[in-house]
């Protein structure tokens, strides 16, 4: 199974600042056929179900605010919030769907 | 408006069974991967089970396998979740999601509000 790390566990960041979540993978995701990287990003409000932020590593999804942003490839890989916002607190997951099991990271919980 | 519209949890016993289900209002579900994710409570999301959007291919985490089925029903475009032999750590929210296309190795781009499952003697 590939294992999904993120750093840090939690973080806490002021109104307006950027918030920087890492993610790692025990092996690349990277399919060299399409030269996508097999990576998401997913946002989990207390209560709420996950929310698709960001896949193939750096696509927003449709209606996910310019703040957030993906970038990475291979094992690396990190979420971006550029001026955070208090509707972005939040638990962030990293999930990788090129093998099977689809693994998920533990989770970063981001705070103001 | 695509929606995805878990039922089926509840309190079971160990060994006991419950099958989950998922309508689908709004979208033809045969036209996407589908998928099974659980979170334990206070826990972290658990991938558990994919069925690819044509039907014809089925995926599951180790810890469920042969326990637990992943099936649909087009006529009554409902995706389902057969689990068997429950154990008490299968204890957890288990969400419904949608994949983006097709193909079972597609991201998760719509989620149910999910189903408690909770097995206690």
């Known amino acids: 199974d590939i294992v999904m790390t993120q750093s840090p566990d939690s973080l806490a960041v002021s109104l307006g600042e950027r918030a920087t979540i890492n993610c790692k993978s025990s092996q690349g995701v990277l399919y060299s056929s399409n030269n996508e990287n097999y990576l998401a990003w997913y946002q989990q409000k207390p209560g709420q179900p996950p929310k698709l932020l960001i896949y193939w590593a750096s696509i927003r999804e449709s209606g996910v605010p310019d703040r957030f942003s993906g970038s990475g490839s291979g094992t690396d890989f990190t979420l971006t919030i550029s001026s955070l916002q208090a509707e972005d607190v939040a638990v962030y997951y990293c999930q990788q769907y090129y093998n099977i099991p689809f693994t998920f990271g533990p989770g970063t919980k981001v705070d103001i | 408006e695509v929606q995805l519209l878990e039922s089926g949890g509840g309190l079971v016993q160990p060994g006991g069974s419950l099958r989950l289900s998922c309508a689908a209002p709004?979208?033809?579900?045969?036209?996407?991967?589908m998928g099974w994710v659980r979170q334990p409570p206070g826990k972290g999301l658990e991938w558990v089970s994919v069925?690819?959007?044509?039907?014809?291919?089925?995926f599951y985490a180790d810890p469920v396998k042969g326990r637990f089925t992943i099936s649909r029903d087009q006529s009554k475009n409902t995706l389902y979740l057969q689990m068997n032999s429950l154990r008490a750590e299968d204890t957890a929210l288990y969400y419904c999601?949608?994949?983006?296309?097709?193909?079972?190795?597609?991201?998760?781009?719509?989620w149910g509000q999910g189903t408690m499952v909770v097995v206690s003697s």
């Open positions: 999601a949608k994949g983006k296309g097709g193909s079972p190795y597609d991201v998760l781009d719509t």
């Open positions: 709004g979208f033809t579900l045969s036209n996407y991967a």
């Open positions: 069925i690819s959007g044509s039907g014809d291919r089925t």
